[in-house]
């Protein structure tokens, strides 16, 4: 499974999906993280959204990183 893909799901059950990473760690998404994350995602470039998925994709660290980065960019735009 893509991270995409889990994401995509997430938003369509509305439920926690475990992702595993390419080093093997797993993260949860929820349905607010992938709120978030597609937020963002949506608004990049196409060469920006490979790499921001391929990040995502390869540990709990980078999606992490990913995630806070987003979640800032919402907050960012609330004010």
Same mark, same amino acid.
């Given at each position: 499974?893509? !991270? ?8 369509? =059950? &509305?439920?926690?999906v475990?992702?595993?990473?390419k080093n093997? %760690?797993?993260?949860h998404?929820?349905?607010e993280?992938?709120?978030? !994350? ?8 196409? =060469? &920006?959204q ?8 390869? %540990?709990?660290?980078?999606?992490i ?9 919402d ?5």
């Amino acid at each position: 499974m893509t !991270i995409i893909k889990a994401i995509q799901e997430v938003l369509n =059950s &509305n439920d926690v999906v475990i992702f595993e990473t390419k080093n093997g %760690s797993s993260i949860h998404i929820t349905p607010e993280n992938a709120e978030y !994350i597609v937020s963002v995602h949506d608004h990049l470039t196409k =060469s &920006n959204q490979e790499k921001m998925r391929s990040l995502m994709e390869n %540990s709990d660290e980078d999606y992490i990183r990913i995630l806070n980065f987003c979640e800032n960019q919402d907050a960012n735009e609330e004010e």
